[in-house]
C-alpha cells in the first residue's frame, strides 16, 4: 500500500471533500526591524523579492496564455511531471524572440 504526502491534508465541508496542502512560504516576509540592522534586513528583503518575481512571472504565463490554472493532486511524483510538462512551453514562450533570432 503507497503512503500518502505527510504535508497533504484534507476537509469536508458539507458533503465536498477537499484536498490540498497549507503552503508556508516564508520567501517574503517581513523581518521584524531593529535600529542599526534594517538596511541590512531592507537589502535581503530586496534580493528575495526580485527572485520571487521571476518566478511568480512563469506562473502567470502558464496560468493566463496556456491555461494551467487547476491541478488534483494524484501523487507527488505524477504532480511534478506534471508541473514540468506545463512549465516547458512557457520557457520556450519566454525565449521566444531569442530563438527566433538564432534560427534566422
Same mark, same amino acid.
Request: aromatic share 8%; net charge positive.
Given at each position: 500500500?503507497k503512503? /500518502?504526502?505527510?504535508?497533504?491534508?484534507?476537509?469536508? +465541508?458539507?458533503?465536498?471533500? =477537499?484536498?490540498?496542502? #497549507?503552503?508556508?512560504?516564508m520567501?517574503? /516576509?517581513?523581518?521584524?526591524?531593529?535600529?542599526?540592522?534594517?538596511?541590512?534586513? !531592507? /537589502? +535581503? $528583503?530586496? !534580493? #528575495? $523579492?526580485?527572485?520571487?518575481a521571476?518566478v511568480?512571472?512563469?506562473? =502567470? @504565463?502558464s496560468?493566463? @496564455?496556456?491555461?494551467? !490554472?487547476?491541478?488534483?493532486?494524484?501523487? @507527488?511524483? #505524477?504532480?511534478h511531471?506534471?508541473?514540468? !510538462?506545463?512549465?516547458?512551453?512557457?520557457?520556450?514562450?519566454?525565449? =521566444? #524572440? /531569442?530563438?527566433?533570432?538564432?534560427?534566422?
Amino acid at each position: 500500500m503507497k503512503e /500518502r504526502d505527510p504535508e497533504m491534508h484534507q476537509t469536508k +465541508k458539507g458533503n465536498q471533500y =477537499c484536498f490540498g496542502a #497549507k503552503a508556508q512560504d516564508m520567501a517574503n /516576509r517581513r523581518a521584524k526591524t531593529e535600529r542599526g540592522v534594517e538596511e541590512e534586513k !531592507t /537589502r +535581503k $528583503s530586496r !534580493t #528575495k $523579492s526580485r527572485v520571487r518575481a521571476k518566478v511568480e512571472r512563469a506562473f =502567470c @504565463i502558464s496560468k493566463r @496564455i496556456f491555461g494551467y !490554472t487547476k491541478v488534483r493532486y494524484r501523487g @507527488i511524483k #505524477k504532480n511534478h511531471e506534471w508541473l514540468l !510538462t506545463a512549465l516547458a512551453p512557457v520557457n520556450l514562450y519566454q525565449h =521566444c #524572440k /531569442r530563438l527566433v533570432l538564432l534560427g534566422a
